[in-house]
């Protein structure tokens, strides 16, 4: 990783950021500050605007008003910077099953301007990390779902970003494939210093892998903490699931008698 890219302040910090589409308000002025060498969540239902935050952060799209910096950077002002210092695994497949492992990340390491001499040992060092080194010269299109997402984990960290953006990361795998992306990725934060920024649906890997996370509700951020102290605050009991329908769900609610929904539903739980 380039520690260079780093500064005192935040991975990741936006304010007021904003994104509409016509009559639509994706986005509502959301502020969020995430703090270097975390694994952060974002979650919510569809059409929070999850993945429409995470495509202005990436600059793939502009904002409507508004402005964060990525990795030290301005997102309006500095983009090229931005993308030098970030890595990003889409949801949807990104890795071409016509070629070998090693040629995926070969392309991706042109792609990224790494010097020639340098590219070799760069791949080498990311199939190793991903445990992909005996499957290297075959064909994508021959591998499992975990070992294609560990693949394009391998080609997201080829240039040592500060910052990895992961859609959905595990959607779809199964649970030992989930577990094995899920370890990688605290290995790359754990060897490379690199903050991690995830999407995801699941409230387990959620609990699991997050220091913090935020969950959106209708474009704004309805509430940002640690998963323990998420559910504490809402009663003795409560599970992530509770925590993401409470904030995520038909309407923001502040207080109310949690704790005896929990106990209600546990209650009936026993009863069958």
Same mark, same amino acid.
């Given at each position: 990783?380039?520690?260079t890219?780093r500064?005192?302040?935040?991975?990741?910090?936006?304010?007021e950021?904003?994104?509409r589409?016509?009559n639509l308000t994706?986005?509502?002025h959301?502020?969020?500050?995430?703090?270097?060498?975390?694994?952060?969540?974002?979650?919510g239902?569809?059409?929070?605007?999850k993945s429409?935050?995470?495509?202005m952060?990436?600059?793939?799209?502009?904002?409507t008003?508004?402005?964060a910096?990525?990795g030290?950077?301005?997102i309006l002002?500095?983009p090229?910077e931005v993308r030098?210092?970030?890595?990003?695994?889409?949801?949807l497949l990104?890795?071409?099953g016509?070629?070998?492992?090693?040629e995926?990340?070969l392309?991706?390491?042109k792609?990224?301007?790494?010097p020639?001499?340098e590219?070799?040992?760069?791949?080498?060092?990311?199939?190793?990390?991903?445990?992909?080194?005996?499957?290297?010269?075959?064909?994508?299109?021959?591998?499992?779902?975990?070992m294609?997402?560990r693949?394009?984990?391998?080609q997201?960290?080829?240039h040592?970003?500060a910052i990895?953006?992961?859609?959905?990361?595990?959607i779809g795998?199964?649970?030992?494939?989930?577990?094995?992306?899920?370890?990688?990725?605290?290995d790359?934060?754990?060897?490379?210093?690199?903050?991690?920024l995830?999407?995801?649906h699941?409230?387990?890997?959620?609990? !699991?892998?997050? #220091?913090e %996370?935020?969950?959106?509700h =209708? $474009?704004?951020?309805?509430?940002? &903490?640690?998963?323990?102290?998420l559910?504490?605050r809402?009663?003795a009991? !409560?599970?992530? #699931?509770? %925590?993401f329908?409470?904030? =995520? $769900?038909?309407?923001?609610?502040? &207080?109310?008698d949690?704790?005896n929904?929990?106990?209600?539903r546990?209650? !009936?739980?026993?009863l069958g």
């Amino acid at each position: 990783m380039n520690t260079t890219a780093r500064s005192k302040g935040f991975a990741v910090q936006a304010t007021e950021l904003t994104r509409r589409f016509g009559n639509l308000t994706a986005v509502n002025h959301i502020d969020l500050a995430i703090p270097y060498g975390e694994i952060f969540g974002l979650l919510g239902a569809n059409g929070a605007g999850k993945s429409t935050l995470i495509k202005m952060l990436t600059t793939l799209l502009a904002p409507t008003s508004g402005n964060a910096e990525v990795g030290g950077f301005d997102i309006l002002k500095s983009p090229s910077e931005v993308r030098g210092r970030i890595g990003y695994v889409p949801q949807l497949l990104s890795a071409d099953g016509a070629l070998t492992g090693y040629e995926n990340l070969l392309l991706s390491a042109k792609l990224y301007g790494l010097p020639r001499a340098e590219r070799g040992v760069r791949i080498g060092e990311a199939l190793n990390f991903m445990g992909l080194t005996d499957s290297a010269r075959k064909l994508v299109k021959t591998y499992s779902g975990g070992m294609i997402r560990r693949l394009e984990l391998a080609q997201a960290m080829l240039h040592r970003p500060a910052i990895l953006f992961l859609d959905e990361p595990t959607i779809g795998l199964d649970p030992l494939a989930r577990h094995s992306v899920w370890d990688r990725l605290r290995d790359l934060r754990r060897d490379y210093g690199m903050t991690v920024l995830i999407t995801t649906h699941d409230m387990e890997e959620a609990e !699991a892998l997050c #220091d913090e %996370v935020a969950i959106l509700h =209708a $474009g704004r951020v309805a509430v940002v &903490g640690k998963p323990p102290e998420l559910r504490t605050r809402l009663g003795a009991g !409560a599970s992530m #699931d509770d %925590v993401f329908a409470h904030y =995520a $769900g038909g309407g923001i609610r502040e &207080g109310g008698d949690f704790s005896n929904a929990v106990q209600t539903r546990q209650t !009936a739980r026993r009863l069958g």
